[in-house]
């Protein structure tokens, strides 16, 4: 009988956020955490025009994305390595960096996909608990033991929103030994505004052994296209290139993730309307009564009552009622929460209107 490597069954697949409610798209989705602003028009244009190349195989080294890349960020493109979304990525450094034995840090509540990455090479995952729903760096380096072999952080984390300043990610860089890959997965980084965050480049250029992962799907709203890129030092690079398929990128996703990393000023747009309706979603939550915590992305998670009436699940259906489809966050720990995206301005007022009647029932 064939039978799955051991320990494949006992995974717990990923449970994307809901896109329709009783069978029917919704009406206002906030479950994605998806830019409100959708793709740049020029986006939009060069996918369009990229139909004539369908018979031809793309790109196998994605240049004109990683050139555009680099030059947007002021980054070497010889150490820019790209993915069918920065899923691609987390697995392949896992592949080439861990396996049976070896242990996998990451937040307690971190990117569910980080313990499925782990899983899927043989390798142990541990959870640290944080402090204030927020990566605990003394924590992680005191969990570090011979088997350490990968530390991953998101910053911002998701679902909680919280981050970590810049000189915090440098100690726990400095604090970790040589031979453990510290992966900084950055995929709400363009939304950040606080002086005090940093994605931590510099860091990867400071060492051997680090890594700052991006994604197109949030801010740049090319989630169905599946791009991710990585900065890594050249020998992680190398590891990468061998190890991604061989025509990773579609022509289409390239031309598409071009075109939107120059559009510098539908980015800005972008940041711009967060920079706005964060805030504002968090003060009228906030004003309902609710738990609302601090958040440096495009979402905001949100703790309900304990009571059958008020509480996530009731409030799950109230909003689904209503077209409305939030977050559920239990597979992160945190059952008694939803997170609910940055949406357009009318899907604010909705969602805020819907929780007044919510709370008031």
């Known amino acids: 009988m064939l039978t799955p490597r051991p320990g494949i ?13 009783d069978g029917q798209m919704a009406a206002m989705k906030l479950s994605a955490n998806e830019s409100a602003l959708g793709p740049s028009p020029a986006a939009m244009a060069a996918f369009r025009d990229s139909v004539g ?14 050139d555009a890349i680099g030059l947007a960020n002021g980054l070497n493109p010889d150490r820019i390595v790209c993915g069918a979304g920065s899923d691609e990525l987390l697995y392949n450094l896992a592949r080439g960096y861990a396996g049976p034995g070896d242990e996998i840090l990451l937040g307690e509540h971190g990117f569910n996909v980080y313990p499925i990455v782990a899983h899927c090479v043989g390798a142990t995952p541990i959870k640290v608990p944080e402090t204030n729903l927020t990566f605990d760096v ?4 005191a969990r570090v033991t011979e088997k350490t072999r990968i530390v991953f952080i998101a910053n911002p984390n998701n679902p909680t929103g919280s981050y970590i300043p810049a000189d915090e990610l440098a100690r726990l860089r400095a604090g970790l030994r040589e031979d453990i890959l510290l992966v900084i997965d950055c995929a709400y ?3 950040v505004t606080r002086n005090d965050y940093d994605m931590g480049l ?3 250029d400071a060492a051997e052994n680090t890594v700052v992962t991006r994604t197109f799907s949030k801010i740049y709203a090319l989630a169905a296209l599946r791009i991710g890129w990585a900065y890594c030092p050249p020998s ?6 061998r190890l991604r398929g061989p025509f990773n990128l579609s022509t289409a996703a390239q031309a598409a993730g071009k075109a939107a990393v120059q559009d510098r000023e539908h980015l800005a747009a972008a940041r711009d309307h967060n920079a ?4 504002w979603l968090h003060d009228r939550l906030t004003d309902c009564g609710l738990t609302v915590f601090p958040s440096a992305a495009n979402f905001l998670l949100v703790r309900f009552r304990d009571d059958a009436s008020h509480n996530s699940q009731a409030a799950m259906a109230y909003y ?5 489809i939030p977050r559920e966050t239990g597979g992160y720990g945190l059952p008694d929460c939803l997170r609910v995206t940055i949406g357009r301005e009318n899907e604010m007022r909705a969602f805020t209107d819907a929780t007044k009647e919510f709370m008031a029932t």
Request: no cysteine; proline share 8%.
């Open 9 to 21: 069954m006992e995974l717990a697949p990923y449970v994307p956020g809901k896109s329709s409610v």
């Open 53 to 66: 190349s369908l018979k031809i195989y793309p790109d196998g080294n994605s240049v004109e994305l990683r």
């Open 138 to 141: 003394d924590a992680t380096l």
């Open 189 to 191: 980084a363009e939304f």
């Open 202 to 204: 510099s860091l990867v």
């Open 236 to 241: 992680i690079a190398d590891v990468l290139n």
């Open 276 to 279: 706005v309706w964060l805030p």
């Open 320 to 324: 689904g009622s209503k077209g409305i």
